[in-house]
């Protein structure tokens, strides 16, 4: 079939061993699709697996390891079906995961990017943290999904199914039309990894697309990570990285309040990480606000002409989960 209008593109980096892990489950059940693994240059088996395990995956060589957000940039360069499907490397896929995608880009032409139910591929009667059922923000760039607030994560018994516009869609596995990320000039590269996807669902909402979740497509999720449980380096890019968005996206009119009130925010987290003994996340965290102080010029320059005003959620998803118990989606 060569007029297929996915490509299912997971970007690798010494992944060997997970790629023969999940890679069956994405061939067995991507009929609709072109499978590509983009390979930041790997330094394991990972083009061997792939050329003699899955012979109809086809590769892409980067010429370097430019992260999740440029490896993704570079890798697309060349990708031309129609819809793209940025899935990790750790991700294992149902029957019927693409239809249920390709029927709302076929029928619903303002929907730009779609997110299918993510569940832990560890337990698979939780939702997953990266993603969940769909992402939000709050007014002061705080990312929470329904299905998962901070460190609570929500058993999955069909409370979101549904099919639903959210703000933003998680990279874990990430449908966007290749028109509108070409436009968008694809991930921030400033990003590196971490929140780059936010930063793009932000921007696209800026230009009047919509984000849309949808429970009929299912894919499990190794990842599972929270930011305390992280190394330095993921707190680094986190905190930075959510700086940046709020820099290039927020309305001018909210700009420098929801920033300074921000960088309080994360001095408080920086004291509790010390009253913890984690001095090396404080000490990330000084790092990337010093690393946001030196991209402000470079970034300004990337905002928009227009930011929408209704951007967040709720005001505070932080008041309302450690001061009003709020732990689950309203």
């Known amino acids: 079939m060569t007029n297929k209008k996915i490509a299912v593109v997971i970007l690798n980096w010494n992944g060997a061993k997970l790629l023969e892990q999940f890679l069956p489950s994405i061939v067995s059940f991507s009929d609709e699709a072109t499978i590509y693994v983009a390979d930041n240059a790997s330094t394991d088996s990972s083009i061997e697996v792939v050329k003699s395990k899955f012979p109809s995956v086809k590769i892409i060589e980067n010429d370097a390891n430019y992260g999740f957000a440029n490896g993704y940039n570079v890798a697309l360069k060349n990708v031309e079906e129609e819809y793209y499907c940025l899935l990790n490397s750790d991700v294992e896929v149902t029957a019927n995961w693409l239809s249920p995608i390709l029927s709302i880009f076929e029928n619903e032409k303002e929907i730009a990017i779609i997110q299918p139910k993510i569940l832990d591929f560890k337990n698979k009667e939780l939702f997953e943290y990266a993603g969940a059922a769909g992402g939000f923000i709050d007014k002061y760039g705080y990312p929470f999904c329904r299905g998962r607030i901070f460190d609570t994560i929500e058993k999955d018994l069909n409370q979101y199914d549904d099919e639903r516009e959210i703000f933003w869609a998680t990279g874990a596995c990430f449908f966007v039309r290749k028109e509108v990320y070409r436009k968008l ?10 929140q780059e996807e936010i930063d793009l669902c932000w921007r696209a909402f800026n ?14 999720h190794v990842g599972g990570a929270t930011l305390n449980e992280g190394n330095p380096r993921k707190t680094f890019l986190n905190f930075r990285n959510s700086l940046l968005m709020l820099l290039k996206n927020l309305p001018k009119n909210q700009l420098f309040s929801i920033i300074f009130i921000r960088l309080i925010l994360d001095g408080i987290a920086g004291i509790q990480f010390i009253v913890k003994g984690k001095f090396k996340h404080c000490f990330a965290i000084v790092k990337a606000h010093y690393s946001f102080f030196g991209l402000i010029s470079r970034n300004l320059k990337k905002r928009n002409t227009i930011q929408r005003q209704n951007y967040y959620y709720t005001k505070s998803i932080v008041y309302r989960y450690f001061v009003k118990n709020g732990k689950v989606f309203e």
Do not use: E, M
């Not at 000039?185 to 971490?194: C, I, L, S």
């Not at 697309?209 to 497509?217: D, E, W």
């Open 207 to 220: 230009l009047g697309y919509k984000a849309k979740y949808t429970y009929k497509s299912v894919v499990y």
């Open 185 to 194: 000039n694809g991930f921030d590269g400033d990003f590196f990894a971490h």
